[in-house]
């Protein structure tokens, strides 16, 4: 392009040289021709420049991009503000879906005659809208309130110790120091945030720029994306620093309270000791005075003793009045002597025990669903309280009151102590709410196997999906606290030779508050993707007889049964 433009300014150039040296031409011939030059002249310039300005153009959409690209991967890198705002576009996102799908199903409904497909497309719909809800229940017991809540909520601040005693002391400054560091953490969080706003403040004049310069691409949802987000940080950010303005004063106020009762504590301290001392002082100068006055031994011995047993006698008084407050001490006391108490109701004290174990243990708490083994019977339900004696359990429908129970909806009553001495499984724990369950069919041995393990996969893999997610989400939040091995959370599908067929056993993640519904609904649709295959048949225990006549040989009827010819 930049050699036809040379050529054509130079073609013209020439022309109006040309145009110039010849001497014969009419004048107004000449002024034509010059005029014509120079509008050539003209428009050469202005393809040229035009030119120059496309190049500065694409060099910069090309740098603009490339900070685009930075800015992104910064952006993409883990950080806790990121999380929590994919957390709640991703539950956004869920219940746009379901309530779209809900309005879809309700229009279906309504339709007064329906054929088979639209029968058929309802059904599916309400599948879908079923395991739609149940995801988004699991998600919504993970949501806060409002976006941020919990990052932007500082650590509670534990009740102010109250000083009784000098070793109070140690406690009061492991406190403070806690709440330094309580407040540097909040802080170490503004930063993360700030610096993220920062960048999403360059990505949006970035997107801005480009958006201004490249008019065919479209950027505005991207812009719109990074202005929301930016807005969102922004509101956080603000009440970020107001929360931590207040915070730091918060402390500041505690700290002085605690430095306050630190003082006195030493104070009093000092006072105490500075009596001892003289105690012991006065003590060896009267043992001074008793060994130079007294000259019987025994005499002697019995008041070194009387001096020994009085000031000893002073110090527990002075220690006792000084601490008097502290109940602490008359509790220890009062703990020896119910020693013989402690053994006589030993059930009482190991609930109790037990109650301490769970509740600062924090393997069970309220609402989890939990498995109780006793005298070789199992129960399963969902606490309903855990009290100072008893966990009291509601048992529901599962798939142990399926196969063995036969009976649920009681009210259960499980002893604390039980936590030492039974199996309690918690089906629930921490964050993970769901569990593996798994269903065998049996097929013949001619059957295509291969093929029923991948339909028994397809199918499982199909339902299980949404809660395969959530898995995989919450075993990553375990790592923090367990060492976990094995974290394949995909559906598994074994074949197993049995005695009448090939089992095929499928294993897969469902909620585990509602693993009866899923379970259901995947049997149905693998027997009826079974029956559906000609080369696949369900094997169930039968028997043949083979029975041998002997046409040559005459059976004779018992004497008893009546011959009919």
């Known amino acids: ?45 202005i393809a040229e420049n035009e030119r120059l300005i496309l190049e500065k153009r694409l060099q910069t959409i090309k740098q603009f991009t490339t900070e685009l690209s930075e800015i992104n991967e910064q952006l993409g890198k883990d950080n806790i503000w990121e999380k929590s705002y994919s957390s709640h576009v991703a539950y956004a996102q869920v219940r746009a879906d379901l ?74 400054i492991s406190f403070i120091k806690h709440l330094e560091e309580i407040y540097a953490d909040y802080q170490k969080q503004g930063v993360e945030l700030h610096d993220r706003i920062e960048l999403l403040k360059k990505k949006k004049e970035l ?42 004063k918060r402390i500041d106020e505690i700290e002085v309270k605690v430095n306050k009762q630190i003082r006195i504590q030493i104070y009093k301290l000092t ?95 309220v609402g989890d669903r939990i498995r109780v083994d006793m005298d070789g019977i199992k129960y399963v339900g969902d606490v309903m309280d855990i009290s100072l004696l008893r966990i009291t359990i509601l048992e529901d429908i599962t798939l142990t009151t399926y196969k063995v129970n036969r009976r649920a909806g009681r009210i259960l009553f499980i002893p604390n102590n039980y936590v030492f001495t039974r199996m309690i499984a918690n089906y629930s724990h921490d964050s993970l709410k769901t569990v593996w369950d798994g269903i065998d069919v049996t097929v013949t041995f001619d059957s295509n196997h291969k093929k029923a393990v991948q339909l028994a996969k397809e199918i499982t893999r199909k339902y299980s999906k949404g809660y395969t997610d959530i898995t995989r989400k919450q075993l990553n939040k375990l790592r923090h606290k367990y060492s976990l091995k094995n974290t394949n959370v995909e559906p598994r599908v074994f074949s197993f030779i049995e005695a009448n067929g090939l089992n095929i056993s499928a294993w897969y993640l469902t909620n585990a508050y509602a693993t009866l519904t899923l379970r259901s609904s995947i049997s149905a649709e693998i027997i009826d993707a079974f029956n559906a295959e000609e080369d696949i048949t369900i094997a169930y225990p039968t028997q043949q007889l083979n029975l041998t006549m002997n046409k040559k040989r005459e059976i004779t009827p018992p004497d008893d049964v009546e011959v009919i010819s």
């Open 99 to 172: 309530s779209t799908l809900q309005k879809k199903i309700k229009k279906l409904s309504k339709k007064r005659k329906k054929n088979s497909k639209d029968k058929e497309k309802l059904e599916e719909l309400k599948a879908k809208e079923k395991i739609l809800s149940e995801q988004f229940d699991l998600l919504d017991n993970q949501q806060d309130k409002s976006m941020f809540a919990t990052l932007l909520q500082p650590e509670e601040i534990d009740e102010i110790p109250v000083l009784s005693n000098p070793i109070d002391i140690f406690t009061a």
């Open 207 to 248: 997107l801005t720029n480009l958006s201004a310069i490249d008019k065919n691409t479209n950027y505005k949802k991207e812009l719109a994306e990074a202005s929301n987000r930016l807005e969102k940080y922004s509101n956080a950010i603000e009440i970020l620093n107001v929360t931590a303005n207040i915070y730091e």
């Open 271 to 365: 006072k105490i000791g500075l009596i001892i001392l003289f105690l012991f002082a006065l003590a060896f100068f009267l043992k001074v005075m008793s060994k130079r006055y007294i000259t019987d031994n025994d005499r002697f011995y019995m008041a070194n003793k009387i001096i020994n047993f009085g000031n000893f006698i002073l110090v527990m008084i002075i220690l006792l009045f000084s601490y008097i407050e502290n109940v602490s001490y008359l509790v220890t006391v009062l703990g020896f002597a119910s020693a013989g108490i402690a053994i006589a109701m030993k059930d009482w004290f190991m609930s109790m025990l037990g109650w301490l174990v769970i509740v600062f243990g924090g393997s069970i708490h």
């Open 1 to 45: 392009m930049r050699r036809s433009l040379l050529f054509l300014f130079l073609l013209l150039f020439s022309t109006a040289l040309f145009a110039l040296g010849d001497q014969n031409s009419t004048d107004t011939n000449s002024s034509e021709d010059d005029r014509v030059a120079q509008e050539l002249l003209i428009k050469a310039s």
